[in-house]
């Protein structure tokens, strides 16, 4: 059971090149996110995906798409990078029971990307 | 909207020494949870407690104990008998509680925990 994975673990992009981060999990959660984390500012949510098939946009969603390919993969797309881009990526997975932890995210190790 | 502060942005402390880490948050809701996490320097984020808003009891697991009271809005994260492990970056996060998967999870700006030998 490896919760959830991301990849790459770190990138380098120049200014207007794309690239799509994955993320991976494998406790049936139905429900995946994309936050950013900047410095002192926390983690802000980029796009979510409640269940297979749907996203929608979260507090800073310009700049990125996503796919939620199934319910195990939920990737997000930088189409044209910018330098504002630069952070660090966290995807997180939350499962939808009546359990206690209905409400709990559980997080992947992150990716760490730079923009030149 | 809500609103998590964490106004200590760095403490430093020497092993064995307490340290309390401050959370004070903001909603409207009645109805909410409140989290912490760990990130250590490798960087990944660790989940440590959740507790919801109709439990104001406080809570103890080994080294770590935590304060909430809703008369305040606080939620404070104390650790005893602090170790050299326990440097990361802590955030105290608030996420309201409805059926709608897209509930944000609003985090405050995090505290740099050091801990010196």
């Known amino acids: 059971n490896a919760g959830v994975t991301q990849t790459p673990k770190f990138q380098v992009l120049k200014t207007g090149q794309s690239m799509t981060l994955q993320c991976a999990q494998d406790?049936?959660?139905?429900?995946m996110y994309w936050y950013r984390q900047d410095p002192g500012m926390g983690l802000r949510l980029i796009y979510y995906?409640?269940?297979?098939?749907?996203?929608d946009k979260g507090e800073v969603p310009n700049g990125y798409n996503v796919s939620r390919l199934n319910k195990r993969e939920f990737s997000l797309r930088l189409e044209s990078a910018a330098p504002s881009q630069t952070s660090v990526y966290f995807c997180?997975?939350?499962?939808?029971?009546?359990?206690?932890?209905?409400?709990?995210?559980?997080f992947g190790p992150g990716t760490r990307l730079t923009v030149l | 909207a809500q609103k998590v502060t964490q106004a200590q942005t760095e403490i430093s402390v020497v092993e064995k020494e307490d340290v309390t880490l401050d959370c004070v948050y903001e909603?409207?809701?009645?109805?909410?949870?409140l989290f912490w996490y760990k990130q250590p320097p490798s960087g990944e984020l660790v989940f440590l407690i959740r507790?919801?808003?109709?439990?104001?009891q406080n809570e103890i697991s080994g080294r770590y104990s935590w304060n909430f009271q809703k008369s305040t809005s606080s939620f404070n994260f104390t650790i005893t008998a602090s170790q050299v492990v326990d440097s990361a970056v802590y955030f105290c996060?608030?996420?309201?509680?409805?059926?709608?998967?897209?509930?944000?999870?609003?985090f405050g700006g995090g505290t740099r925990l050091m801990v010196k030998p």
């Open positions: 997180a997975s939350r499962p939808l029971t009546a359990g206690g932890s209905r409400d709990t995210q559980y």
């Open positions: 406790m049936n959660h139905n429900s």
């Open positions: 995906s409640a269940s297979e098939g749907t996203t």
């Open positions: 909603t409207r809701d009645t109805t909410y949870y």
């Open positions: 507790r919801n808003s109709f439990d104001e």
């Open positions: 996060a608030l996420i309201i509680t409805t059926n709608n998967a897209g509930n944000m999870l609003t």
